[in-house]
């Protein structure tokens, strides 16, 4: 057992909550039972080691056999030493340090896609990491993140992707205008999200998310610029029927996709 939050090993793997320990690495942390599970099920390849409490190993037998089966080294550690790895205030008792594993925009392009979230210049981890969750949920093909969108390694960006990071490809630091190019050139529509456009609902029953699709997201708080719109093939707006005055990034992409989603299947007669 570790009971050392001092140790080489345990810094080391703390010092993963910061960018440019992740990017000089290549390693990232994943906290909770939940996430390492899906690490292990989905890209167990990646999985370098696992810290897990006495209780937590004992409250989580499924994902230790998996961790076993995988050949994952599993470390029994201390609260205290859990505590100091961990980037949350309450942590779920197992932490796994993984390999980050980003995709290129070429294998995106050239796997087909039908429906892609772009995000640009998106800076809170928990909307990243949602958005990631819903694109897993709605079956999208991939999540792009362009210009200077948070990294999504982050340790909050990875724990609101509840698992859908090992799930969906994810696309980051390339230039927008690079992006849409590829997928434009791959016969994919851009819409982009933003308040000066046409009703969902009228794009929708015009057949424009019947096809391949790809989404672009602003800045939470700017929003995308005159020039970045130009770039889509048409602005879209989520209308709000009640009082709200608006709607929070990943809440608006989860109602794009999710719409995009049901467009592309009833368009395909797989409703």
């Not at 057992?1 to 345990?10: A, E, G, L, T």
Request: proline share 5%; with cysteine; net charge negative.
């Amino acid at each position: 057992m570790i009971d050392n939050p001092r140790s080489p090993r345990v810094r080391a793997a703390a010092k993963l909550a910061k960018k440019n320990q992740r990017a000089e690495t290549g390693l990232f942390l994943v906290e909770g039972p939940q996430a390492v599970a899906e690490a292990i099920r989905f890209r167990p390849e990646l999985v370098r080691e696992i810290f897990v409490t006495p209780q937590a190993r004992d409250r989580a037998g499924a994902v230790m056999r998996d961790a076993r089966a995988a050949e994952v080294r599993v470390e029994i550690v201390t609260d205290a030493v859990l505590d100091a790895i961990a980037d949350t205030v309450t942590p779920q008792g197992m932490v796994a340090v993984c390999e980050t594993f980003p995709s290129s925009l070429e294998a995106i392009v050239a796997s087909a896609p039908r429906l892609v979230a772009v995000l640009e210049e998106v800076r809170d981890p928990g909307n990243a990491g949602t958005v990631i969750r819903v694109a897993d949920a709605a079956g999208a093909d991939a999540v792009i993140l362009t210009g200077t969108s948070v990294d999504p390694f982050n340790p909050k960006a990875v724990r609101a992707t509840t698992g859908s990071l090992f799930h969906v490809p994810v696309v980051v630091g390339v230039d927008l205008d690079e992006a849409l190019d590829a997928l434009r050139g791959a016969g994919i529509r851009v819409l982009a999200a933003d308040i000066s456009g046409d009703d969902l609902l009228a794009a929708r029953s015009e057949g424009d998310l019947d096809g391949a699709t790809a989404w672009l997201f602003g800045n939470e708080a700017r929003g995308l610029t005159t020039e970045q719109l130009t770039r889509a093939d048409r602005a879209v707006i989520v209308p709000i029927y009640g009082s709200a005055e608006s709607l929070n990034l990943a809440t608006a992409a989860a109602v794009c996709l999710y719409e995009s989603a049901f467009a592309q299947r009833a368009a395909a007669g797989d409703q």
